[in-house]
């Protein structure tokens, strides 16, 4: 990096909305414990804010630290402010997310995502490190970060524990985009509102033909999204193209699809690296390499325009300069629990109407933009609604019902949630964690409740990981665990022939581990890309993603030195175990999975056994999915829902594994659980409600109504 590239975007900084309101906001932050703080996207919150305060002298008693509800947000925004201060990332601003910790002891302004606070909050309460903490992106509600609201507003209930330690109390601030302030305003105790003004200029929104209410679950928009961007491209004025579409192989689609077209409109041109017919295509995703994601961020060569095709992600949490039009698909990619499969599941889905504003205003930030919509009006008001759900009404609890229990907090029903789950999602959670005893019959969290916390992973993967090492064979489990943890990492490619060989390969792949069972398939990949001389070469002749396998060695270390902390404690369970190598592994992950357990109803479909009785199919995926013979059982990783049920990563049982481990999907007795949450109700309010509940069995009966 130049010396002149740094002091641009220094320079560039002073511009931004906020820069006019820098000694305000020093002084609001100073002037009270919570701070609601909002403008619109793009007017520097993110960036800024966080520098003012360095530089007002807040890291001399703590860090600042500053969370996203997205990764790729925490890592590319603490690179743009490392740059900005002039400084190497990972010393004095550094970034830390799941499994990549880019920090160091000279760190005094952290970036990281909402879990990686909570686990923090976990080892240290107080947060004492800290001197502002800066929960951003509010408005996305993620879970996490509701809970950390949670969390926060709870410290400062009890002002003995919030300033436990420290020289100055904890500063919060709250950011925002422009929604919901009023409401964030009066759950933090009526704090005040710093409102950056913005300069927002018009958008004029256009909707299409293609996706109409019929179309839901259709994945035809693609190929309209990509016409949509060439026409725009061809017809409209210089400015940069902004595509949403929903995840990484729609995106990578969406690429392809353009360069061929592009390139076919016109040959006159040379076609130079991602550079066609003046058309720079850049997607944008989650999972990509960071050095592809800075590229996003800077200005295309003269004359030429970019077009960038992302996730949401570009909706709030990243801005990219020059945008000047939109091209919205109208869906998005959503974890929402399916009822049907009684499973959380990535489902793609209509945005809401909220959303569909966000998207449109980014082609609004400097001059007036347009946005091309390609869904009609009647989708509009059919199929999106008005706001999005937050996650914590639509996704499994489990891991941070865990997670508060913990903390100490045994009441989860009566937690400050901003929006309450329903109760029957909380009921849910304890639940499973009853069922992987990481809690007991009265809601109390158990010693390996405690050692399950430790890992971020789902907790029943963690249950088969403990098991394992109990039996001193985490060697199989581990790396199985790391696979699990990162993007897909079989390739496959598009060319039918191309596919054809891929597939031959990852058979032999199967074979390797015994042909029977897609987690032994897993450990083999690992172990074999490990042992060999050239990993990426092995990668590369075996359809293998290496990014994914490089990150998977470094998930499984990471995850081995928290086991080999644990260990070190004395009370780490130890068991033995005398069957063969091959059912000792298959048995590990008995003790995780038995909540994903099938049964062979007839032919080819399986029936679930956890109360559910989905019918499910082994997906084609599968190393499994022509075997016929010894298929009673299985367990499988997860769930791919289409017009069918299909159940992937797969391993047969045998049903004497689980037998004596089913029975707890059924006896559980959720309202005894439960009674531990409302622990502070009167017995004659329990009993009352247990009567009310029995006779009726209402699930809507939600807690106010009783207490
Ligand atoms: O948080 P908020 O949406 O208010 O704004 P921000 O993310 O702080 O962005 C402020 C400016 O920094 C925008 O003009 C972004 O385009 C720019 N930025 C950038 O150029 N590169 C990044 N990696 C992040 C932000
Ligand atoms: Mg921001």
């Given at each position: 990096?130049?010396?002149?590239?740094?002091?641009?975007?220094?320079?560039?900084?002073?511009?931004?909305?906020?820069?006019?309101?820098?000694?305000?906001?020093?002084?609001?932050?100073?002037?009270?414990?919570?701070?609601?703080?909002?403008?619109?996207?793009?007017?520097?919150?993110?960036?800024?804010?966080?520098?003012?305060?360095?530089?007002?002298?807040?890291?001399?008693?703590?860090?600042?630290?500053?969370?996203?509800?997205?990764?790729?947000?925490?890592?590319?925004?603490?690179?743009?402010?490392?740059?900005?201060?002039?400084?190497?990332?990972?010393?004095?601003?550094?970034?830390?997310?799941?499994?990549?910790?880019?920090?160091?002891?000279?760190?005094?302004?952290?970036?990281?995502?909402?879990?990686?606070?909570?686990?923090?909050?976990?080892?240290?309460?107080?947060?004492?490190?800290?001197?502002?903490?800066?929960?951003?992106?509010?408005?996305?509600?993620?879970?996490?970060?509701?809970?950390?609201?949670?969390?926060?507003?709870?410290?400062?209930?009890s002002p003995a524990k919030a300033s436990k330690g420290r020289s100055r109390p904890l500063k919060v601030v709250?950011?925002?985009?422009?929604?919901?302030?009023?409401?964030?305003?009066a759950f933090l105790g009526n704090c005040p509102v710093f409102t950056i003004p913005g300069r927002t200029f018009?958008?004029?929104?256009?909707?299409?033909?293609?996706?109409?209410?019929?179309?839901?679950?259709?994945?035809?928009?693609?190929?309209?999204?990509?016409?949509?961007?060439?026409?725009?491209?061809?017809?409209?004025?210089?400015?940069?193209?902004?595509?949403?579409?929903?995840?990484?192989?729609?995106?990578?689609?969406?690429?392809?699809?353009?360069?061929?077209?592009?390139?076919?409109?016109?040959?006159?041109?040379?076609?130079?690296?991602?550079?066609?017919?003046?058309?720079?295509?850049?997607?944008?995703?989650?999972?990509?390499?960071?050095?592809?994601?800075?590229?996003?961020?800077?200005?295309?060569?003269?004359?030429?325009?970019?077009?960038?095709?992302?996730?949401?992600?570009?909706?709030?949490?990243?801005?990219?300069?020059?945008?000047?039009?939109?091209?919205?698909?109208?869906?998005?990619?959503?974890?929402?629990?399916?009822?049907?499969?009684?499973?959380?599941?990535?489902?793609?889905?209509?945005?809401?109407?909220?959303?569909?504003?966000?998207?449109?205003?980014?082609?609004?930030?400097?001059?007036?933009?347009?946005?091309?919509?390609?869904?009609?009006?009647?989708?509009?008001?059919?199929?999106?609604?008005?706001?999005?759900?937050?996650?914590?009404?639509?996704?499994?609890?489990?891991?941070?019902?865990?997670?508060?229990?913990?903390?100490?907090?045994?009441?989860?029903?009566?937690?400050?949630?901003?929006?309450?789950?329903?109760?029957?999602?909380?009921?849910?959670?304890?639940?499973?964690?009853?069922?992987?005893?990481?809690?007991?019959?009265?809601?109390?969290?158990?010693?390996?409740?405690?050692?399950?916390?430790?890992?971020?992973?789902?907790?029943?993967?963690?249950?088969?990981?403990?098991?394992?090492?109990?039996?001193?064979?985490?060697?199989?489990?581990?790396?199985?665990?790391?696979?699990?943890?990162?993007?897909?990492?079989?390739?496959?490619?598009?060319?039918?022939?191309?596919?054809?060989?891929?597939?031959?390969?990852?058979?032999?792949l199967a074979a390797k581990s015994g042909g029977m069972n897609d987690f032994a398939t897993l450990l083999t990949?690992?172990?074999?890309?490990?042992?060999?001389?050239?990993?990426?070469?092995?990668?590369?002749?075996?359809?293998?993603?290496?990014?994914?396998?490089?990150?998977?060695?470094?998930?499984?270390?990471?995850?081995?030195?928290?086991?080999?902390?644990?260990?070190?404690?004395?009370?780490?369970?130890?068991?033995?175990?005398?069957?063969?190598?091959?059912?000792?592994?298959?048995?590990?992950?008995?003790?995780?999975?038995?909540?994903?357990?099938?049964?062979?109803?007839?032919?080819?479909?399986?029936?679930?056994?956890?109360?559910?009785?989905?019918?499910?199919?082994?997906?084609?995926?599968?190393?499994?999915?022509?075997?016929?013979?010894?298929?009673?059982?299985?367990?499988?990783?997860?769930?791919?829902?289409?017009?069918?049920?299909?159940?992937?990563?797969?391993?047969?049982?045998?049903?004497?594994?689980?037998?004596?481990?089913?029975?707890?999907?059924?006896?559980?007795?959720?309202?005894?659980?439960?009674?531990?949450?409302?622990?502070?109700?009167?017995?004659?309010?329990?009993?009352?409600?247990?009567?009310?509940?029995?006779?009726?069995?209402?699930?809507?009966?939600?807690?106010?109504?009783?207490?």
């Amino acid at each position: 990096m130049s010396k002149s590239a740094r002091w641009d975007s220094k320079d560039e900084s002073k511009h931004l909305p906020i820069y006019q309101h820098k000694h305000n906001l020093i002084q609001a932050v100073k002037n009270s414990t919570f701070l609601v703080v909002t403008g619109e996207t793009g007017s520097g919150k993110t960036t800024q804010l966080p520098q003012y305060l360095h530089e007002a002298g807040f890291c001399k008693k703590g860090n600042i630290g500053i969370t996203q509800p997205r990764r790729v947000a925490a890592i590319t925004v603490a690179q743009r402010v490392a740059q900005e201060m002039q400084c190497t990332l990972g010393r004095e601003v550094g970034y830390q997310v799941r499994f990549d910790d880019c920090t160091s002891q000279d760190t005094v302004v952290k970036y990281m995502t909402d879990g990686c606070l909570l686990r923090e909050i976990l080892a240290d309460p107080g947060l004492s490190q800290y001197s502002v903490v800066i929960l951003d992106e509010v408005h996305e509600r993620s879970l996490n970060t509701d809970i950390l609201l949670g969390l926060l507003k709870k410290l400062f209930s009890s002002p003995a524990k919030a300033s436990k330690g420290r020289s100055r109390p904890l500063k919060v601030v709250v950011m925002s985009a422009t929604l919901e302030t009023d409401k964030l305003s009066a759950f933090l105790g009526n704090c005040p509102v710093f409102t950056i003004p913005g300069r927002t200029f018009p958008v004029t929104c256009m909707f299409g033909t293609a996706v109409g209410p019929k179309d839901t679950e259709s994945t035809g928009y693609v190929k309209e999204v990509v016409k949509m961007a060439l026409d725009v491209h061809s017809s409209e004025m210089a400015g940069d193209i902004l595509v949403f579409l929903t995840g990484q192989s729609e995106i990578e689609r969406a690429c392809d699809l353009l360069f061929e077209k592009a390139e076919a409109i016109d040959y006159r041109y040379d076609v130079q690296d991602q550079t066609v017919e003046g058309l720079l295509i850049l997607p944008l995703y989650g999972s990509m390499p960071t050095d592809q994601q800075r590229q996003i961020f800077q200005p295309p060569p003269p004359g030429i325009r970019k077009c960038v095709v992302a996730t949401n992600i570009a909706a709030t949490s990243l801005t990219i300069n020059g945008i000047k039009y939109i091209i919205d698909s109208g869906f998005v990619k959503q974890l929402n629990h399916n009822s049907r499969v009684g499973m959380d599941i990535l489902e793609v889905v209509p945005i809401s109407k909220s959303e569909a504003q966000q998207r449109a205003g980014r082609a609004g930030r400097t001059s007036a933009g347009k946005c091309f919509r390609i869904y009609t009006k009647e989708f509009w008001e059919k199929c999106m609604p008005e706001y999005t759900v937050p996650e914590i009404q639509r996704t499994s609890l489990t891991a941070v019902v865990l997670t508060l229990k913990c903390l100490g907090i045994h009441d989860v029903i009566r937690f400050p949630y901003l929006d309450s789950p329903e109760e029957r999602f909380i009921l849910e959670a304890l639940k499973q964690l009853f069922q992987f005893d990481a809690i007991d019959r009265r809601g109390r969290v158990t010693q390996l409740g405690e050692l399950m916390v430790e890992f971020p992973l789902h907790p029943g993967l963690t249950r088969a990981v403990l098991k394992a090492a109990s039996l001193s064979c985490q060697d199989m489990l581990l790396p199985v665990a790391a696979m699990l943890s990162v993007e897909n990492i079989f390739i496959r490619p598009g060319h039918p022939d191309k596919q054809k060989e891929a597939d031959k390969i990852h058979r032999a792949l199967a074979a390797k581990s015994g042909g029977m069972n897609d987690f032994a398939t897993l450990l083999t990949v690992f172990q074999l890309c490990k042992s060999s001389d050239r990993p990426s070469e092995w990668c590369r002749q075996n359809w293998i993603h290496w990014r994914a396998l490089k990150s998977a060695f470094s998930v499984e270390t990471q995850l081995r030195e928290i086991l080999l902390r644990l260990q070190q404690k004395r009370d780490f369970p130890v068991e033995t175990f005398d069957g063969n190598k091959g059912e000792l592994f298959r048995q590990c992950l008995c003790t995780g999975y038995f909540t994903n357990v099938a049964r062979r109803s007839v032919g080819k479909v399986f029936c679930t056994m956890d109360g559910h009785g989905s019918m499910v199919q082994i997906h084609p995926s599968s190393s499994l999915f022509d075997q016929e013979a010894e298929l009673n059982w299985v367990i499988f990783h997860d769930v791919l829902v289409t017009s069918r049920v299909y159940i992937r990563t797969v391993c047969p049982i045998r049903y004497d594994w689980v037998k004596d481990l089913l029975p707890k999907l059924h006896e559980v007795d959720v309202y005894e659980l439960s009674s531990v949450a409302r622990e502070e109700v009167t017995d004659e309010e329990m009993m009352k409600w247990e009567t009310r509940e029995a006779a009726k069995r209402q699930p809507e009966v939600s807690a106010e109504d009783v207490m």
